[in-house]
């Protein structure tokens, strides 16, 4: 049966960040992020890359919904594939720019990763991108960015966050037309200009494309100018130091500049001491050796990261890439082959599936590679397109089925304009030739049934709910515990997110529905999920709501729950509003709870709290004509209720919203 996904099985990384002096990075701020979606075996392969197997650090695992949240502004999240594969190890340094070293990473090149993380805010630190087979990478900066966070204990701007995935997407979408090399060459040179300019306009910008595409001899259709001019204006909105930048930005300005037409990094060997002779000379018995100087020195010290993996980890016929030659050794040196002609082998686990963003052209030299028997070929020929991205429609195929091609005429567009392909994704969890890779085999327990609160939706008419709100509500009627999973709190205008981990109990909490809330559903019996926010709603504003497959389990731990897109929980707030900061742990009989009347820059002048019972909760204040603190203590056990009105100048009467709280 045949699904419609976008084949953006993005490679979100999962990384480990390792510290190197204790003077700036406290010890055992070390953290391993794997793919969710990978097996046992093949998440061991990555930790013997690394070179930190059987090492005990803390583990993360990013999953798809990482994905979703960090990449959901710029990519549709109906787009966005359902596994993750890809890992990396952060290692934030004192100095040296950004060093990155890829493995297995068809699409995305080191140098693209190390100039998108300058513009994320990363100064200093050396990257390992790595995946067991090949992949596209071009999720990479998502797990790459929350593991520099972890390693660092500190947040990025989360602007320049944005903007560094903006970045990625473009240089991508651009490599689609031009290739890796030029596509990162165009980005890198362009923004150097940019960020060294004053009060750069949209003028300067245009000029700036147009300069940098006539030196490089390089060519853009105008979507893809399109795209560069709207990075390139954002970048130059930002207060970005290019001292800070300057060391990673030229180096990746000179690795793109002496680059293999193909985008592959010239690995320089040291020369033959027989090549070191003047050629012009060499009748000549006098003749000395000349010094061959290189424009960047080498920064790389015998204990960094990328000159201590164990290349031999993944098997054979994997691809490497490094934005310093001194980390790939003859052997593993950037071969980029993009034919399928590489057969991936001699690894201890089997390939079961490859991600792509990107469109594969089987007749494009810069597209993603693998092999016909594991992966199988997706033929197109290139031409449909929207904003660099194409929608592939996927086949559960059998893994048993080999050599599966499937040819694509290019005819298959959406409404939208939105191409459609078709391609075979296989499960890693699946049997291939007789190898059982996991055995998992949880049973997925649907959300069809659940009921979110807060929630703008027919069943309340569509209205707004207050602004100010920090605790959400999940009712479900299974016996439910929370998860490892997340539930994903979205801005639908700017796309900013905040994330709250299930497990954390002093966020989440799960626990018997009550006798009034399980009457005012019809129910017999059933559980709440309360989770408490990090930040409260702001006022007119519309968010939606993603829960990952793990958010919620079974109490034996046989059964998870699927993960939601969002669609069915959508939340509208209103422009006036007000909060009441609970404890995850519930209000107890004589608590004493504060929170927050919001009324300012909305059409409300006043609010009242009305219909409350004083023998069960008293307010410090009732009325209110500006911002203020609420306080309000409860006295008895139960469920307590209270409405706010919201009046205008006029004294109309905006809206009144009810509040109920249950006291332990």
Known sequence: MKRKTMAVIMSVLCAMAAVPSVTVFADGQRVVTLGADLSDDQKQAILRYFGVAGQNLQTLTITNQDERDHLGSYVPLEQIGSHTYSCAYVNPTNSGG???????????????????????????????????????????????????????????????????????????????????????????????????????????????????????????????????????????????????MKTTLERVEQNVNTAEPDGVSVIEEEPDEADSWSEEETDDSSAQPIEIETETETELTADSILMNTDDSALGDGVTFDATDSSALTPETSATIETDGSDEAGGSDFEITASDSYTNDNSEDENAGSGTDEEIGVIETDGSDEIDGITELETDEADPADEGNVIEIDGDNETDDGITELETDVVDPADEIDGSDIATDNLEIISTDGFVFAPATSESNGYAAVPAGINMLTVRFQEDLIAGSGTLTVSNSADGTAQTIFMNDTSKVTVEPMTDSALANLGWTSGYQAKILLDEALAGDTQYYVTLSQDAFETQDGIGTTEATDGTGWQIQTSSYGFNLDQPIEGVKAGDTVYGQMMLSGSEAVYAVIENADDAQVTFEQTEFSEDGSIAATFWQTGDVSFDVSFYDADGNLLNTYSCDVTVG
Not at 161 to 166: D, F, G, L, R, V
């Open 98 to 244: 950004i060093q990155v070293k890829t493995a297995n990473l068809s699409w995305v090149t080191s140098n693209m990763i190390a100039t998108t993380l300058s513009t994320s805010g990363v100064v200093n630190c050396e990257v390992l991108a790595a995946s067991p087979f090949e992949v596209s990478g071009t999720g990479a900066l998502t797990g790459i960015l929350m593991a520099y966070e972890s390693a660092v204990g500190t947040q990025l701007d989360e602007t320049k966050k944005e903007i560094a995935t903006q970045e990625m997407i473009t240089t991508t979408t651009i490599a689609n037309s031009i290739g890796q090399q030029q596509a990162t060459e165009i980005v890198n040179d362009s923004k150097i200009q940019v960020i060294q300019g004053n009060d750069v306009t949209q003028n300067d910008i245009d000029i700036i494309i147009n300069d940098v595409a006539e030196e490089k001899n390089i060519s853009l259709t105008e979507e893809d100018r399109d795209l560069l001019s709207n990075l390139l204006e954002e970048i130059s909105q930002q207060n970005y130091d290019y001292e800070d």
